[in-house]
């Protein structure tokens, strides 16, 4: 079964500086990979994915994620912080099988707090 | 395009009741997934359907269940609700098919089971 893992459940940066959040996925075939965004009572929004082409993947509002099959991580990183980018992340994996694709399973979520 | 809409996004009912949440994917999109979110238990897949039919179920008990109309709308059901079942119920949609799976999601249902 897929699983993934999201390490710190808080994160805290300050404006204008790099945030790095961890994500390490539990497959023996690479799978598909998400990043999500969730802001208080709203449903969340899609920052980027990994289907199999190029391992740097560039999503909206400033943020990449790089694949690395040998660590099993997809790490989401962000060169400057920004107030309004606090907000819960997800990240999220699929296996590759046509028929489960679209059964997502999730991490537990790392809650990005941004200071001024 | 418009994006998932789900409604009602607040409900409160009544241990015992049974509840009907509803849900319009992005147009063109085939495949609806449900989802629970606490805070116990974070993020839970309940169920897919694709083209009318389940093609995904999660390891929830049987009274939630949930269908999908010709035009790829889909309603979830519970019945015989608990005070766990308190939760944001997430819909997405996604094309369903090979190299299109990422999902887009819904604002969510608040239920809460007093």
């Known amino acids: 079964a897929q699983s993934v893992t999201q390490l710190g459940s808080h994160v805290s940066v300050s404006e204008g500086a790099l945030v790095l959040l961890r994500c390490n996925y539990s497959?023996?075939?690479?799978?598909?990979l998400f990043w999500y965004v969730q802001y208080p009572n709203q449903g969340l929004q899609l920052l980027l994915k990994y289907t199999s082409a190029a391992t740097l993947v560039k999503g909206i509002n400033g943020f990449e994620a790089e694949f690395k099959k040998s660590e099993t991580s997809f790490h989401l990183t962000k060169p400057s912080a920004h107030m309004s980018d606090a907000a819960e992340y997800f990240c999220?994996?699929?296996?590759?099988?046509?028929?489960?694709?679209?059964?997502?399973?999730f991490g537990t979520g790392t809650r990005l707090q941004v200071t001024l | 395009k418009a994006g998932v809409t789900q409604t009602p996004r607040y409900l409160i009912k009544t241990r015992g009741q049974q509840v009907t949440l509803s849900c319009s994917p992005i147009s063109g999109h085939r495949s609806v997934s449900w989802y629970q979110q606490t805070p116990g238990q974070g993020l839970q897949f309940l169920f897919e359907y694709f083209s009318e039919t389940q093609r995904n179920k999660g390891n929830f008990p049987g009274r939630f269940s949930g269908r999908q109309f010709s035009n790829s709308r889909s309603e979830m059901n519970v019945s015989t609700l608990e005070l766990g079942d308190s939760a944001l119920y997430l819909c997405a949609s996604s094309l369903g098919w090979q190299g299109s799976y990422e999902q887009y999601f819904g604002p969510g249902t608040r239920l809460t089971v007093t």
């Open positions: 999220a994996v699929s296996d590759r099988n046509t028929g489960t694709a679209s059964k997502l399973t």
């Open positions: 497959s023996s075939v690479p799978p598909y």
